[in-house]
């Protein structure tokens, strides 16, 4: 690769490394944080109804989708952003509200796409360590910054704060964005939606990826007073006018609007977590408390890349991270009953 | 607005302005230049099949979709880049590959989405007037630039350039990187495609949207050197994982393969164009000759505004752009002849 035509940009890029996607089936794929059960019923009928309307673009500003969802969290419409993705939505987020004189911060330990963005835009950023025992202590926040974001719960440790704690940090910082990256909120911790009349530097950021089993479909969205929307938009039609296909936007606003649906997966998911962790430290692994769809683990005797080359061999794909502090842990996305304990099995001839 | 919160780059934008999407049915919509017909039969059926799916991430690296590709242009995988919709496909054109010291030269009438990214990546530019009578001179472009893009045949004015005149310019221009954006070429003009073998530093944009009659489903493709491919996959990778989601993907790769209905579609679209063409000039009008699914008229005695304004009143849209020597031009797309005949019945009472 000479790499000649490049710009300076692409040359000094670190992009994110995704956990794999494998072709191959049979397979038990606990390592991208998908829902184990497939999206409500309801997605599939509202998608099947739109694709008569494929040859048109779809509407540009997704109305629909925005007001269902300014519905559901009794927000206005021009309170709600929404995107391919909430990586989209993320992209969006530092380059039209993050690129400041100064630093971001976000935990030295959380979702590792927040510095290749930082990279992609020239964003500078400052990295706040965890503590010991892998929390985010927010008075280490109350500094001099260009915008905080961190996910609640983090990601990968599944640790989560409370909202009164985060409300604490938002009458400290009233002067950048602080961004609530709520990937994982619905699996057990506390959203922050109802501090947004309160706070006008406030944005949540959610995805329809995990709690609403859409992964397939990429839509995120972002929720915060209207002058932070009005910024992303700016930004979005400056980069690509329709972004969110005419599918992605029925079935988005088919699997909001089914909330009953919603419950029942998002509490059988939260209750095999709970048996999992039982299990895990059973076979004497710690577990982080897990307000999450995963659970981060590690075990005093056994090497994570072992187990997890080991777990792979035994056809059980969970995600190790090489990174500092935390390449002893294991990132385990909960699945079915069936799943985990098809995972112990595998676990148990393991560290036997 | 306050704008308080938002960053510089938000605060200086120029956002791109989509032509309208009206929510009321019963219009005959000529002005986003989409196809009259459906896809082929066949993307149904493989969106249908792949709703199964949707709780598990697309492959993040859309292969089998790329393969098609490959396949459909007798190029390698890695010489192909998808994204969402060509919109996505050139504002990681722009950030990786024309983001360089020197300008970056395009037309003074073209996709006017072009200084939108300039204005998003603080891109310099240069605009290179067409000629008298709208065409693209090429022997202008002989200068020092940081990159060349125009779309071929040009929009909004439907004029094509021929595959040797673009030769002659990448002979000439082999410092940086030369893209023709091809978004309307399957309506009679000559692609390069077959150039890419010749020219390290060719890129060609193409999307799915017009000829593929898939403007709902949003995607769009680069192909090109595997270097300069590299370089929209490292912006891709640290913008968004997952861009092209699993319906588009599979609704894509069924479009690709169904070559028979292609063409079919493509010639009933040129075959209608060349009437409407004939019927315009029959009033008056003077239409640029055209190889895309619109056409660009102008009539001597009647202003193009109030042309736009009376067809709307008669439920027909079309676009008019309010720009600097296109002002008294209105871009009309191709739809069916039963379209092409209520434009003219409104044309006729209105110009009569």
């Known amino acids: 690769m000479t790499s000649r035509y490049w710009s300076d940009v692409a040359r000094e890029l670190s992009p994110y490394v995704p956990g794999e996607q494998p072709k191959l089936g049979s397979l038990i794929k606990l390592n991208t944080n998908e829902n184990p059960y497939p999206p409500s019923p309801q997605v ?10 494929l040859r048109l673009y779809p509407d540009p500003n997704s109305e629909r989708l925005r007001e269902g969802l300014a519905r559901h969290f009794k ?89 009164e704690s985060i409300r604490g940090l938002l009458e400290h910082n009233t002067e950048s964005v602080v961004v609530i990256d709520e990937a994982y909120v619905d699996f057990g911790a506390e959203s922050v939606v109802e501090l947004i009349s309160e706070f006008p530097n406030l944005l949540v950021v959610q995805t329809l990826s995990k709690s609403r089993a859409l992964a397939g479909l990429r839509v995120g969205y972002a929720l ?55 299990d895990l430290q059973g ?33 059980v794909l969970v995600r190790h991270f090489d990174a500092t502090r935390i390449d002893q842990f294991l990132r385990i996305s909960v699945g079915t009953e069936e799943d985990s304990a098809a995972l112990m099995v595998a676990l148990r001839e393991l560290i036997g």
């Open 224 to 278: 915060g007073d209207a002058d932070l929307i009005e910024a992303l938009d700016r930004v979005k039609n400056s980069f690509n006018s329709y972004p969110v296909d005419r599918l992605a936007q029925a079935g988005a606003l088919a699997a909001i609007e089914d909330q009953a649906y919603f419950e029942e997966k998002r509490l059988a998911v939260m209750a095999t977590r709970d048996r999992l962790v039982a």
């Open 283 to 315: 076979l004497g692994f710690e577990v982080l408390p897990s307000a999450a769809n995963f659970v981060f683990a590690r075990h005093p005797e056994h090497d994570a890349n072992d187990l997890q080359q080991g777990l792979r061999a035994r056809r």
């Open 75 to 163: 927000l206005s419409v021009d309170q709600v952003f929404v995107g391919n993705g909430s990586d989209e939505v993320l992209a969006h987020v530092f380059l039209g509200l993050l690129a400041q004189d100064e630093p971001v911060l976000f935990p030295d330990i959380t979702y590792s796409f927040y510095p290749a963005y930082c990279a992609l835009y020239g964003v500078d950023y400052e990295e706040i360590p965890l503590s010991e025992d892998f929390e985010i202590r927010l008075s280490d926040y109350r500094r001099l910054n260009g915008g905080i974001i961190f996910p609640n719960p983090n990601a990968p440790t599944g640790r989560a704060l409370s909202r």
């Open 44 to 53: 599939s009928a509202a998608i099947s109804e739109e694709l008569t309307r």
